[in-house]
Nanobody, 125 residues
Framework: QVQLVESGGGLVQAGGSLRLSCAAS????????MGWFRQAPGKEREFVAA?????????YGDSVKGRFTISRDNAKSTTVYLQMNSLKPEDTAVYYC?????????????????WGQGTQITVSS
């Protein structure tokens, strides 16, 4: 059974930092692009960041460029990280990890094959 399990969410003050992790299991994720999305109440799911299988290519949404960094560790199993710095109240949302085999549109949620259950990030002002 494929599972993507996010951790590291919580409450943080504006200007602070958090690091999210996503542990992928249940199959080989070789060749899979991994991504992070977020969804705030009443809003559509928004692309945050993505990383290629090798880690050589990274992609970021405009609202997080320069503040967030995505990385991955494929050594034993696939774990994806999202380092979030200079957090703002508008970063408050549920953050989801996602996996997609092969290419396609990086920013499109419907392109992704597997999803985690999400973890809440709340940034207080």
């Amino acid at each position: 059974q494929v599972q993507l399990v996010e951790s590291g969410g919580g409450l943080v003050q504006a200007g602070g930092s958090l690091r999210l992790s996503c542990a992928a299991s249940g199959r080989s994720f070789s060749g899979y692009r991994m991504g992070w999305f977020r969804q705030a109440p009443g809003k559509e799911r928004e692309f945050v960041a993505a990383i290629s299988w090798s880690g050589a290519m990274t992609y970021y949404g405009d609202s997080v460029k320069g503040r967030f960094t995505i990385s991955r560790d494929n050594a034993k199993s696939t774990t994806v990280y999202l380092q979030m710095n200079s957090l703002k109240p508008e970063d408050t949302a549920v953050y989801y990890c996602a996996a997609k085999r092969g290419g396609g549109i990086v920013e499109a949620p419907h392109e992704y094959d597997y999803w985690g259950q999400g973890t809440q990030i709340t940034v207080s002002s």
